[in-house]
């Protein structure tokens, strides 16, 4: 069985690390591009999916396979102890 992707791989790439809680001026820097293309990349991914922000993007892109739960790196955290 093929899955059909809707997201190029930069727009993946892109939306991935937006999802990680990357800024645009990050994800520029990281994978040497101007600001602008990446958020032209990111409107052009929530076009592809058919959304209207990162949030909806990064929801939508998970329920369709574009990548997975375990692509997501939750920040850690310390603990606060319990009164």
């Given amino acids: 069985m093929t899955t059909v992707r809707l997201l190029t ?9 937006a999802a990680n809680g990357n800024t645009a001026g990050h994800t520029a820097h990281w994978l040497g591009v101007s600001v602008h293309t990446v958020n032209e990349t990111l409107v052009r991914a929530y076009r592809a999916l058919g959304v209207h922000d990162r949030a909806q993007a ?26």
């Avoid at 791989?9 to 690390?17: A, G, I, T």
């Avoid at 369709?64 to 920040?75: N, Q, S, T």
Wanted: no cysteine; proline share 6%; net charge negative.
């Fill in 9 to 17: 791989r930069r727009q993946r790439e892109v939306l991935l690390l």
């Fill in 58 to 83: 990064v929801a939508v892109a998970l329920k369709l396979g574009e990548f997975g739960l375990d692509d997501i790196h939750a920040p850690i955290t310390e603990q606060q102890p319990t009164a």
